[in-house]
Nanobody
């Protein structure tokens, strides 16, 4: 399984970005996927997760601002990020887990075995 993220960048507070993650070597119907982030000096944290049945879970800090989605035809995972805040600044990673996960577990980074290289998001005030 190979995951390749793109779409990061620098934006001012209140702006938007859309991250993409193209996956190779897996069948989405049997996987769940997620977006995670890590800021310098902080632990990696779950941002949003989506299971193959469409169920999603969001971190409280991004609810109402971020939307996770998956395009099966393109085997691509997206994270639409609106109303960005300086505290959203981090390196964002796409990850996949080979089997379905119950919704409460979709943000547990330790459950995911396949990771992309990450893409930097910087939000200035």
């Amino acid at each position: 399984v190979q995951l390749v993220e793109s779409g990061g960048g620098s934006v001012q507070a209140g702006g938007s970005l859309r991250l993409s993650c193209v996956g190779f070597g897996y069948t989405y119907s049997s996987y769940c996927m997620g977006w995670f982030r890590q800021a310098p000096g902080k632990e990696r944290e779950g941002v949003a997760g989506i299971d193959s049945d469409g169920s999603t879970k969001y971190a409280d800090s991004v609810k109402g601002r971020f939307t996770i989605s998956h395009d099966n035809a393109k085997n691509t995972l997206y994270l639409q990020m609106n109303s960005l805040k300086p505290e959203d600044t981090a390196k964002y990673y796409c990850a996949a887990h080979k089997y379905s996960l119950a919704q409460p577990r979709l943000l547990n980074y330790w459950e995911f075995g396949y990771w992309g290289q990450g893409t930097q998001v910087t939000v200035s005030s």
